[in-house]
């Protein structure tokens, strides 16, 4: 049997514990005891970008990322972006930006060394309200979810003042999307009452198979992009 070893471990101001550690080729961050991220399957993480980027009709330039994670999605972006793109990533804690630079960084194949990719230790949301009208493109993962939150001061993300200020931060005809683990009914509520078109992709852990899903909410101003380019 092989046992997890801790390779390093991290805490805020708050008190949060932010865990690395490794269990033969498994790499796993957890937050407070709760599993946030593996490498053991990023397949609706890399299906986060794809999609989005597809349906821009891979033109987007200016591309905002938030929460950097194991590197996954900013790589399927990377992967498929602009030569001449910017993609802006948030992590708020720096310890993980660094795992990414040391023993995660052969994961995603060392995506911060990208010159297209310009990393900033701080709160998405403290970015997007200084980034109106900003980014053709929003990919967030900041949490489980809106309904399985990791830090209770993200919730202001998934609730109206949040949504507008992640519209406001959009260009004309941009595209924000939202990871979430689970569909969430009333996060579907206030999409609904905001004044964007919305949509909701259910994507198998396993390609093939209905029985575990992950989940991507695209909206835009411009109902007809969420309809383009559906396939994965």
């Given amino acids: 049997m092989t046992f997890w070893t801790t390779l390093a471990r991290a805490g805020t101001a708050s008190g949060d514990d932010i865990l690395l550690r490794q269990r033969g080729a498994i790499f796993e961050i957890r937050y407070n005891g709760i599993e946030l991220m593996s490498n053991l399957n990023h397949q609706s993480e890399d299906q986060l970008a794809r999609r989005s980027l597809r349906r821009m009709d891979f033109r987007a330039r200016k591309i905002l990322i938030g929460g950097l994670g194991l590197g996954f999605t900013l790589r399927a972006v990377l992967d498929l972006a602009p030569a001449d793109a910017r993609v802006t990533v948030c992590e708020l804690i720096p310890e993980v930006a660094a795992w990414n630079r040391g023993p995660l960084a052969h994961l995603a194949d060392h995506p911060l060394d990208d010159p297209r990719t310009h990393l900033r230790i701080e709160d ?56 979430s683990a689970t569909a969430s009914p009333e996060f579907e509520g206030r999409l609904s009452a905001h004044p964007w078109a919305w949509l909701r992709e259910d994507i198998p852990l396993v390609p093939g198979r209905g029985d575990a899903t992950h989940h991507i909410y695209s909206c835009s101003r411009d109902a007809a992009l969420l309809h383009r380019r559906k396939a994965a």
């Fill in 124 to 179: 998405v949301q403290a970015h997007l309200a200084q980034s109106p009208g900003a980014y053709d493109l929003i990919l967030l993962d900041t949490d489980n979810g809106p309904d399985v939150l990791v830090r209770t001061e993200n919730t202001g993300l998934y609730h109206d003042t949040g949504l507008a200020m992640v519209a406001k931060a959009l260009t004309q005809g941009g595209l924000a999307v939202f990871w």
